[in-house]
């Protein structure tokens, strides 16, 4: 298990938020040693007392249930050192050492390729891992070739390109569920199931990420990583066992099966919009391009959907519908399974099955038909369960199976270069505005979705297929 931690980008938002919380949990939960320590790099350089009492800010803010001496203990393990990822000798004197190092790239992505080689040139101890967060480069070819600098520097078993949705146990509950119950894994296929919607709707703004943000867009920021790699799990076939290498395999499959859209289908398949000014619940909010850092000549969607089908036996026929916005007006966070209509019904009107994966909070529920108070009336039954939260928050698990040398929930490289396979042609017809940039008001159910029907299973959206 590695000992050392250091952070490149270590007093940023994602530093702050997730990843030093995430090490406090580790540390109630007794996974972390005494002699474990965190260097939190940047290049602006930090009084040691501001940096601490940050620190002290950052868990009281984003950790406060986890108890009082393992957020102190991770407080003392911390250090600031200035270091300046483009100048080999301040990266050399944060990572060099006789242990391993688990180096952290908490950095705009657009660093990353600089990062890396300058890592390549000051050389890590044998045994250390590289982690990056995504997106993984900006198209195809920026992945290869990022691929490629990482392959100089250490074996792909180091590199963890992480996707902190995979270590999200409502997440993982996806492939669970379906290989753990036998009355599921029978229907999972394209005939019983007509469509599965994958929905990450938030009702958050850019709290402030703009600089990140405004370069990325709901396209880059949510569906080409998180959204895929939950259609991988949900469209998968059951791997052998859940080892890397096994689960690895199986979600290339899918991502392989993934029918590119033509620019045909395009302007029928897909939809890309920004948020203007509105009201959520009672918080006024302005409009994206009134965001401080915002750039309006980006043109940068806060809400992006596409509709993709796959070529292979098990789902030729159905539709994946993957969609994520920001400054909604509800937070709807679930994969939700379409059953098809029952082939005949002697009585009555049956709505069709929906099975629906609340993924924050944890839900399971199935939509059934009842017979109501007479005797041949259907009514609909819903079955609803609440799963308890999990032990360990993603960032935590996430930077554990750093430590501890296990990748199956890191993406390999071959997956990273085929999500971009399928999503490089739509951000190629967008930057050729073949879609037109779309409003809607903060506070809404999207756009082209009334607001009678908000978070209506089908999004009130017209189908265009
Ligand atoms: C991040 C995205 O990866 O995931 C954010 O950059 C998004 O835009 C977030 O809000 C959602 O995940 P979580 O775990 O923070 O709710």
Redo the contacts with the bound molecule.
């Keep these: 298990m590695i000992t050392r931690l250091v952070i490149f980008g270590g007093t940023g938002d994602l530093s702050g938020r997730y990843l030093l919380p995430g090490l406090a949990a580790l540390r109630a939960a007794g996974r972390l040693s005494d002699d474990f320590r965190i260097v939190c790099a940047d290049r602006k350089n930090r009084d040691d007392t501001e940096f601490e009492s940050w620190v002290e800010t950052q868990l009281d803010r984003h950790a406060g249930d986890i108890p009082v001496d393992a957020r102190a203990a991770v407080t003392t393990a911390t250090r600031f050192r200035r270091a300046d990822i483009s100048d080999p000798d301040s990266v050399a004197a944060v990572v060099s050492g006789d242990s391993p190092v688990a180096v952290y790239l908490a950095l705009p992505p657009a660093l990353f390729p600089t990062a890396v080689q300058t890592l390549d040139q000051v050389g890590l101890p044998p045994g250390s891992k590289i982690v990056l967060e ?1 997106p993984f480069g900006v198209d195809l070819v920026s992945a290869v070739e990022l691929n490629r600098l990482l392959a100089d520097l250490v074996p792909e078993e180091a590199v963890f390109r992480v996707d ?1 949705f995979l270590a999200m146990t409502t997440v993982q509950n996806l492939l669970g569920s379906r290989l753990s119950n036998r009355v599921l894994e029978p229907i999972w296929n394209s005939a019983h199931i007509a469509r599965i919607e994958i929905i990450w709707e ?1 009702t ?1 703004t850019l709290e402030g990420r703009a600089g990140y ?1 405004d370069h990325v867009g709901a396209l880059e ?2 569906v080409q990583n ?1 959204l895929l790699q939950l259609l991988c799990l949900i469209a998968m076939e059951p791997p052998i066992t859940l080892s890397e290498r096994d689960l690895r395999d199986r979600k290339v499959d899918v991502l392989r099966s993934l029918r590119p859209l033509t620019d045909a289908e395009i302007p029928r398949r897909t939809r890309r919009a920004r948020y203007s000014a509105g009201t959520i619940g009672d918080r006024r909010v302005r409009s994206y391009t009134d965001e401080d850092g915002v750039n309006p000549r980006h043109r940068t969607e806060t809400f992006a959907e596409i509709e993709l089908t796959l070529d292979n036996w098990r789902w030729s026929g159905t539709e994946f519908v993957l969609r994520s916005g920001k400054a909604l007006g509800t937070d709807r966070k679930e994969v939700a399974v379409h059953f098809r209509p029952v082939p005949d019904l002697p009585f009555g009107t049956a709505q069709p099955n929906i099975l629906r994966f609340g993924l ?1 909070p944890e839900t399971l529920t199935l939509a059934l038909n009842a017979i109501g108070g007479s005797a041949e009336q259907l009514v609909p039954l819903t079955m609803s369960a609440q799963i308890q939260p999990p032990d360990l928050p ?1 960032y935590g698990r996430l930077v554990l199976d750093v430590l501890s040398g296990n990748p199956a929930l890191s993406i390999r490289a071959d997956e990273a270069e085929e999500a971009w396979r399928v999503v490089d042609p739509v951000i190629s017809a967008w930057s050729r505005d073949v879609v037109p940039l779309d409003e809607y008001p903060a506070g809404s159910p999207g756009p082209g979705r009334n607001s009678s029907e908000p978070g209506a299973p089908d999004g009130g959206r017209p189908r265009t297929t």
């Design positions: 995504k902190h938030e958050l943000y920021d949510m998180h924050d993603a």
